[in-house]
Each structure stands twice: as C-alpha cells, then as structure tokens.
C-alpha cells in the first residue's frame, strides 16, 4: 500500500505538471480536429493552428485557451493514481526480485495494461473536455464567435446525462479511447525506459541526471501521437458529434467518412499543436514524477 500511495502522490503532481504545461496546445488542437468540414468552395474556420489561437483569443481572450481545465484538473489525482498505480502493480507482477529493473518490453505489457484502467476514467473526462474547448469551432457559421452552449464541466455533464442516454452517454467514444489508451501508453513507457537506459548505459537508471529525465520523458509523449494521432481524432469526432442528429454511426464510419472527404491529412487535423504539447508537457509530467518519487524514497 506504502507504494501504491508513493506512485499516486508522484502521478498527481507529474499529472497537474503535464495539464499545466499542455492544455492551451490542447484547445487548438481539439479546435482544428472538430471543425465542420467546409462545402465545396468555402473556406475551413480555422486556417491553421495560429489562426484558431488568434480566433480564440479575439472571441474568448486567453482565457479560451484553458477552456475545458476543469474537468481533467478536478481528475487528475484519479487519473494518474490508476494509470501510475496501475503500472506499478504491473511492474511488481514482471519483477523477479524486487526492486529489479524492468526491460522497455517489460515496460511496453505494464503501459498497455495501465492504458487499459486508465481508459474508463479518460472517456467521460475527456468527452466532458472536448465538448467545452469544441463549441465555438461547432458553432453555426452566422452565429456569435462567443457562442456558448455549455457553462462549464459540471454543466457538460448534467446534460449528456439527461438528454443523451443517461451514463452511458458520458462513455460515448469509448472504444476509440482504448484503442488510443492501450497501445499510446504502452508505447510511452516503452520508449521512456529505453531512453533512460541507453542514456545511463544499462539497466541501472537511478543516477541520472533531470537533463536526461526531461529528453527521456519528452520524446516518449512525442511518440504517443505518433503511434495513435489518427485514433484521437476520431474520438474527437465521435465525442463532440450531435446526439440527436449524429454524422457517424460509429468509429470505423467516422474513420472511413474522414478519409473519404478529407483523406489522410483529415486524420492529422492538428498534429502540429499535439506535438509541440506533447514534448514540453511530457518532459514536465516524468521529470516532476521522477522527482517526487524519488523524494518519497
């Protein structure tokens, strides 16, 4: 239990380290991924990912930017308790002995395994998430810039919850976040402890240096969107689609319509924002977690 508490302590501060730095990158990219489709002839809302910052702060000031914060900011203890604890009992499972370092295979079973628990706690913080930062990109094209629909997290959740199908409502999207969590997490994990240990020159990574800990952490976020960026924007689509007059059936008529109006670039809409999130945000959430645990000892 001691290290149960050790890695939810240390999971919660590399999480709100993460949220922090991550969020506005955030925004823009859930923006660009849920914008209309534009008819033939007409320009998209956004132009790119410095257009939808500019269109954001006009309409909501920088403010906009951290739209959403409060659904993953009030989750972020719970999160990262499941997905941190969650590896770390599929770590104790793997060892041979205690305390023995784990391979990056190792480490790529206990991220899919943590991926999977984690992915029952993402899908409704998420979808709560992506509704608020999508509503002004959804908004109808001769309405208010500064339209809102939703007044905040609580509000999201009140809603779907009454007029879209109860609690399963807050669990649409659900498959395409499994197959975002389990194999992004698992990719994560593997990557981070291949880079501290080719960084340290072996299996003992307790000496190194915050330098290397930050380069580690932030190319495996990077390789997160890499592995599953297709997947999350067909979660995006899925979570912000109207309820009652639904575009897609489900993931695979979202992934096939995507591609068939937009190709392959439709599946990248914002790609550029996730990346430069994902380095930065990373790099703070396994070096603030490295850090913390560490000092728990």
């Known amino acids: 239990m001691a290290e149960v508490a050790k890695d939810l302590i240390a999971g919660t501060v590399g999480g709100a380290a ?25 320009l998209p809302k956004y132009s790119g990912a410095m257009d939808a910052v500019r269109q954001t702060i006009t309409a909501e000031g920088p403010k906009g930017l951290f739209k959403g914060m409060g659904a993953p900011l009030a989750t972020v203890a719970a999160f990262n308790a499941i997905l941190f604890s969650a ?4 770590e104790a499972l793997l060892r041979s002995e205690p305390g023995a370092p784990l391979s990056p295979n190792q ?16 899908c409704p913080t998420e979808l709560i998430k992506c509704r608020l930062q999508a509503q002004s990109a959804l908004a109808a094209p ?8 939703y007044g905040g997290p609580m509000d999201v959740a009140k809603l779907v919850l009454r007029s879209e199908g109860g609690l399963r409502g807050l669990f649409k999207g659900m498959v395409p976040t499994l ?7 698992a990719v994560v994990f593997g990557v981070y402890e291949a ?24 190319l495996a976020g990077a390789s997160f969107w890499v592995t599953v960026y297709p997947t999350d924007v067909v979660k995006s689509v899925i979570q912000v689609d109207d309820y ?22 439709g599946l990248y809409k914002g790609f550029g924002p996730a990346m430069a999130r994902s380095v930065p945000a ?16």
């Open 244 to 265: 009652h007059k639904p575009k897609y059936s489900g993931s695979v008529d979202a992934f096939k319509k995507i591609l068939a109006s937009e190709g392959f670039r």
């Open 87 to 90: 590896r770390g009992r599929m």
């Open 18 to 42: 993460l949220l922090i730095v991550g969020h506005p990158f955030d925004t823009i990219k859930v923006k660009l991924q849920s914008q209309p489709t534009p008819l033939p002839g007409q």
């Open 107 to 122: 480490q790529i079973v206990c991220g899919a395994g943590a991926g999977v628990a984690v992915s029952f706690l993402a």
């Open 195 to 218: 880079l501290k240990q080719f960084f340290a020159g072996g299996r003992d990574t307790s000496g190194l240096g915050r330098g290397s800990l930050l380069v580690a952490g932030g």
């Open 282 to 297: 990373n790099a703070a959430c396994f070096l603030a977690y490295e850090v913390t645990r560490s000092s728990l000892g």
């Open 142 to 149: 001769a309405s208010s810039a500064g339209v809102v629909k």
């Open 179 to 185: 197959a975002r969590e389990v194999p992004g997490n």
